[in-house]
């Protein structure tokens, strides 16, 4: 079960970190105004969700992978506040509310592989 999770959280992040560079302007119409240079931050954003989730797979890079996850997380938690503030289009205001505190529950998720 152990390696289940910790593939599906790999894949959760490469998956997430691609999109950043399919979709580009759904992730950069989120990041708040306060941040300079947002195509900037979204590809780095995508570009270290990839090599995070990745490096989960290995275990000499687990341990570091995982504290980058969870240092991503907290890093686009401003980003999942503007987006509950602003609203999203076709994204229920509780849907968006209850998106907070799933960034805890995937802060501890990572945690299990520190």
């Keep these: 079960m152990y390696l289940f999770f910790l593939y599906l959280m790999a894949g959760f992040f490469v ?9 580009p302007r759904m992730f950069i119409k989120i990041i708040p105004p306060y941040f300079l240079h947002p195509k900037v931050l979204n590809a780095v954003a995508g ?3 990839i090599i995070f ?3 989960l797979l290995f275990e000499p890079t687990r341990t570091i992978s995982a504290i ?7 890093a ?4 999942n506040i503007y987006m509950y503030q602003k609203g999203a289009k076709g994204i229920p205001k509780w849907a ?3 998106r907070l505190p799933l960034q ?3 802060i501890a998720w990572a945690y299990l592989y520190v």
């Design 15 to 23: 998956f997430a970190g691609t999109m950043h560079f399919v979709k």
């Design 47 to 49: 570009m270290f969700e």
């Design 53 to 55: 989730g990745l490096g």
């Design 68 to 74: 980058g996850v969870i240092l991503l997380l907290l």
């Design 76 to 79: 686009v938690f401003p980003a």
């Design 96 to 98: 968006l509310f209850l």
């Design 104 to 106: 805890f529950a995937l």
